[in-house]
């Protein structure tokens, strides 16, 4: 998966005359999007992404990295296998590199407001003997794909006639024919409403289920189909019910296995951790960690207890993990910490928040809990190397494996 940048090895420094158009449409005070300051480590090969996003109208934006930048296209009605279709594409301004890892919502009223999606990547070549910024200039550009849902040789062609006057420029997406074409099924590859980079819908991206950059869920730009009962639960105000106390541990809600991630709307998608089920608990300072039976186990993990000394009273759902050289969680890294009482660099993934101060979440929506939670521990949890970290959307598609914890109604 290309996001592993540890594979890339020649650092490259963003162009940023190329990236002014860019800049100049967005408010980074306002929008999560990338402002391009980032450094990207240059790939040995190409990197392509395609982004579904309903914006005012819903599109597909098809990004190509070249010269430091996603060279970018929004094809209205998304790419055809069948070689007969020509899909109209809008060359939009160059995208920073770091635009290949956005999923997320726009803010309503900001340029392109609306939510993204990661619907494929991969990797691109050029195809026959002129280098891709001769092929671009000629306005007949020659391309194969290689990612998750495209596949095989495409083109684009620039438009000669072009209806609008001249200020945008309008190039025509056509697939090849090859084995990877398919004749009369033109729109079957986009049926399936899945983000390849986390596995969530669109409804879910919108609900702001790891939406980790803006610090909260964004608006819904959506309408939602009425009279289904997850609508109904997700929109209605649940007031939190007061207790007088906190209760000492609440028995955590299990997984229930299933074949295949549920992909309708109304479902939020988390990685499933290979650690264990800890339950963090706050008052006064006063900290205990239990496993999903009960048990206290807050001696074995000192250095995280010690940091959830910072947070306000709180009960807080999560998975204690042991990170491989990866970022990946490794469960026999985690057995060994533990064996060995090494467990200082362990890491409590904060998933869900049960209790906030004396106030019982539980009836609340569940993304409506997540954002608590995530405001809850940016405002006070612990800065720099964070052991307690929220549970942010997935990075690759590489290990996961899913766990469907709840509707977001729920
Ligand atoms: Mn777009």
């Given at each position: 998966?290309?996001?592993?940048?540890?594979?890339?090895?020649?650092?490259?420094?963003?162009?940023?005359?190329?990236?002014?158009?860019?800049?100049?449409?967005?408010?980074?005070?306002?929008?999560?999007?990338?402002?391009?300051?980032?450094?990207?480590?240059?790939?040995?090969?190409?990197?392509?992404?395609?982004?579904?996003?309903?914006?005012?109208?819903?599109?597909?934006?098809?990004?190509?990295?070249?010269?430091?930048?996603?060279?970018?296209?929004?094809?209205?009605?998304?790419?055809?296998?069948d070689p007969h279709d020509k899909?109209l594409a809008v060359e939009v301004?160059?995208?920073?590199?770091?635009?290949?890892?956005?999923?997320?919502?726009?803010?309503?009223?900001?340029?392109?407001?609306?939510?993204?999606?990661?619907?494929?990547?991969?990797?691109?070549?050029?195809?026959?003997?002129?280098?891709?910024?001769?092929?671009?200039?000629?306005?007949?550009?020659?391309?194969?794909?290689?990612?998750?849902?495209?596949?095989?040789?495409?083109?684009?062609?620039?438009?000669?006639?072009?209806?609008?006057?001249?200020?945008?420029?309008?190039?025509?997406?056509?697939?090849?024919?090859?084995?990877?074409?398919?004749?009369?099924?033109?729109?079957?590859?986009?049926?399936?409403?899945?983000?390849?980079?986390?596995?969530?819908?669109?409804?879910?991206?919108?609900?702001?289920?790891?939406?980790?950059?803006?610090?909260?869920?964004?608006?819904?730009?959506?309408?939602?189909?009425?009279?289904?009962?997850?609508?109904?639960?997700?929109?209605?105000?649940?007031?939190?019910?007061?207790?007088?106390?906190?209760?000492?541990?609440?028995?955590?809600?299990?997984?229930?296995?299933?074949?295949?991630?549920?992909?309708?709307?109304?479902?939020?998608?988390?990685?499933?951790?290979?650690?264990?089920?800890?339950?963090?608990?706050?008052?006064?300072?006063?900290?205990?960690?239990?496993?999903?039976?009960?048990?206290?186990?807050?001696?074995?993990?000192?250095?995280?207890?010690?940091?959830?000394?910072?947070?306000?009273?709180?009960?807080?759902?999560?998975?204690?993990?042991?990170?491989?050289?990866?970022?990946?969680?490794?469960?026999?890294?985690?057995?060994?910490?533990?064996?060995?009482?090494?467990?200082?660099?362990?890491?409590?993934?904060?998933?869900?928040?049960?209790?906030?101060?004396?106030?019982?979440?539980?009836?609340?929506?569940?993304?409506?809990?997540?954002?608590?939670?995530?405001?809850?521990?940016?405002?006070?949890?612990?800065?720099?190397?964070?052991?307690?970290?929220?549970?942010?959307?997935?990075?690759?598609?590489?290990?996961?494996?899913?766990?469907?914890?709840?509707?977001?109604?729920?």
């Amino acid at each position: 998966m290309w996001s592993n940048v540890r594979n890339w090895v020649v650092t490259f420094v963003p162009n940023n005359s190329k990236l002014s158009k860019y800049r100049a449409k967005r408010d980074f005070s306002k929008t999560a999007e990338p402002s391009g300051q980032t450094k990207i480590a240059a790939s040995n090969r190409r990197r392509f992404i395609i982004q579904k996003h309903a914006a005012t109208r819903l599109h597909y934006d098809l990004r190509l990295e070249l010269d430091g930048v996603f060279k970018s296209w929004a094809v209205t009605r998304g790419p055809s296998l069948d070689p007969h279709d020509k899909r109209l594409a809008v060359e939009v301004e160059d995208h920073p590199l770091d635009y290949g890892d956005f999923e997320g919502t726009i803010p309503k009223g900001e340029y392109g407001g609306g939510t993204v999606q990661l619907w494929d990547r991969g990797y691109w070549e050029p195809e026959g003997n002129k280098t891709p910024e001769e092929a671009l200039a000629s306005g007949d550009f020659k391309f194969m794909l290689q990612g998750q849902r495209l596949h095989g040789s495409w083109v684009l062609v620039r438009m000669k006639h072009d209806r609008t006057g001249g200020k945008r420029t309008n190039w025509l997406l056509i697939k090849h024919r090859d084995e990877h074409a398919r004749e009369g099924d033109a729109s079957a590859v986009l049926a399936e409403d899945r983000s390849i980079a986390s596995g969530r819908p669109m409804a879910a991206i919108a609900a702001g289920m790891w939406d980790s950059r803006t610090g909260h869920a964004a608006e819904n730009p959506k309408k939602r189909k009425a009279g289904s009962a997850k609508t109904k639960s997700r929109t209605s105000k649940v007031q939190p019910r007061s207790s007088d106390a906190l209760p000492d541990f609440i028995a955590p809600q299990l997984c229930e296995p299933v074949e295949r991630p549920p992909s309708d709307d109304g479902w939020g998608h988390e990685i499933k951790f290979d650690g264990y089920r800890i339950q963090l608990r706050v008052q006064n300072e006063h900290v205990t960690l239990k496993t999903r039976k009960g048990l206290d186990w807050t001696g074995k993990f000192d250095a995280i207890a010690r940091e959830a000394k910072s947070l306000p009273d709180a009960i807080i759902d999560g998975e204690i993990v042991a990170l491989d050289e990866n970022g990946a969680p490794d469960f026999a890294a985690l057995q060994a910490a533990l064996s060995e009482q090494d467990t200082d660099d362990l890491i409590f993934y904060a998933f869900d928040l049960l209790f906030d101060d004396k106030a019982d979440l539980r009836p609340q929506p569940l993304s409506d809990r997540k954002a608590r939670l995530q405001t809850l521990l940016a405002d006070h949890g612990p800065r720099g190397v964070a052991r307690i970290r929220f549970v942010e959307h997935l990075e690759t598609g590489r290990r996961c494996s899913f766990e469907v914890r709840l509707p977001l109604g729920a």
